[in-house]
């Protein structure tokens, strides 16, 4: 039996130290807004179509709110990556959300601040001790203004254990019939055409009742190809996009098969293939079943990044272009594995006048997979208008 230890000790002399912040080369694109929510399934005209923008609140397009995270270099893990595990993986375990109003356009240029914030260590069946650590990303626009901060939780593990202690029968994606796949697009409708029927209208605190249920969202199945456009739609993995922050992964202790050069800026200006992450690198697992299984996992697995965008545009969908999520607590279960679909759901629990005199809506937000498996849980707060 393999000795079950962890050790964490390097972390604690990170903790609360600024990081190098994350800095795009160039101005954002609507193009990159476009990109985006192709990737995150998120169908909101107000996102990608120019005519139906140019009608709205904004007067042109405006990024999601799930977009500040495209904005930084490494979809907010630098901050909860910090200090040496040997022998580890990582993957993500949750994202708290903080959103301050302004928004993000075409045009803008964005920074993120990183601050290490702590850690803990826990037993799990996944792979028996398992550090916790999370970390702070501030998000800024070249106006110095806050855009939101994200707390990221990620899970380091022991990728040995994780291999040893690993369920790793449920190799094979699940197959689906004709009449399968094409109900699956008639409920994707179901959230997609509420958000068209309130277009650039309000939805008023006043109408929204304790108990509401908000439409189902449903969308994959999730496969290879639908997982390698969410990365690509990450601006740190576009060569040449991202001042590159050069960050060791074998220093951290990414085992030397998934350590690989991912970010590193001087490998990318020699063979940039071997630094996005996609081929080679700890991120490979998402998309090689070898790899998968190689960190723990059954096969091919999203992003918990993703996980937390589809979130938060979700409720942000439902609140429309006159409301807001202004925080979002969302934790990690398991991954959406290829194969599976996602459906998501979610409940009206509270209303209330908050501390800004913000008329609020408090929701709990469950998504799941078809076989009714928690992938993750949410809850969060979203300002909505008040009749007049």
């Known amino acids: ?17 600024p990081m190098a912040p994350a800095r795009m080369k160039e101005p954002l694109h609507n193009n990159d807004i476009r990109r985006w929510v192709q990737a995150m399934h998120y169908p909101n005209l107000l996102h990608y179509d120019h005519d139906f923008a ?5 007067g042109r397009l405006v990024a999601p709110q799930s977009f500040a995270i495209v ?4 979809h907010g893990a630098g901050p909860a990556c910090v200090g040496r595990i040997p022998d580890s993986h990582l993957i993500f375990g949750g994202d708290e959300w903080w ?27 996944f792979a028996g001790p398992t550090c916790f650590q999370r970390g702070d990303n501030h998000y800024f626009n070249d106006k110095g203004e806050k855009i939101a901060t994200q707390r990221s939780t990620t899970i380091r593990y022991r990728r040995d254990l994780a291999e040893e202690m690993g369920s790793l029968t449920a190799t094979e994606d699940p197959v689906w019939t004709d009449a399968q796949l094409a ?3 008639t409920q994707k409708l179901v959230f997609i055409n509420a958000m068209h029927e309130l277009g650039h209208g309000k939805r008023y605190w006043d109408e929204v009742t304790i108990g509401d249920a908000l439409p189902m969202r449903l969308f994959g199945p999730h496969s290879v190809a639908s997982l390698t456009t969410e990365w690509r739609a990450y601006l740190f993995t576009i060569w040449g ?7 060791d992964l074998a220093a951290l202790g990414f085992t030397p098969d998934m350590a690989g050069y991912e970010n590193d800026p001087v490998m990318e200006k020699q063979n940039p293939e071997l630094t996005d992450g996609a081929y080679f690198g700890p991120s490979r697992g998402h998309l090689f079943p070898r790899w998968a299984r190689y960190v723990g996992m059954p096969r091919p697995y999203g992003y918990g990044a993703s996980m937390g965008a589809w979130i938060v545009d979700y409720l942000a969908g439902w609140a429309g272009e006159w409301g807001q999520v202004v925080h979002c607590n969302a934790l990690y279960r398991g991954p959406a594995f290829t194969g599976d679909v996602t459906i998501m759901n979610a409940t009206v629990i509270n209303k209330m006048l908050d501390d800004q005199q913000r008329y609020i809506v408090q929701v709990d937000c469950k998504m799941t997979n078809q076989l009714g498996n928690i992938l993750a849980t949410a809850t969060a707060e979203i300002e909505l208008c008040k009749r007049p």
């Open 183 to 185: 109900a699956f697009e």
């Open 54 to 58: 140019a009608e709205g609140r904004y």
């Open 1 to 17: 039996m393999t000795e079950r230890t962890l050790d964490c000790s390097d972390i604690d002399q990170h903790l609360g130290k």
């Open 99 to 125: 959103f301050y109003g302004p928004r993000i356009f075409g045009g803008d240029v964005t920074y993120t601040e990183h601050v290490p914030f702590d850690y803990v260590v826990k037993q799990t069946k």
């Open 71 to 74: 904005t930084d270099d490494g």
């Open 241 to 247: 996009g991202t001042h590159r922050p050069g960050i």
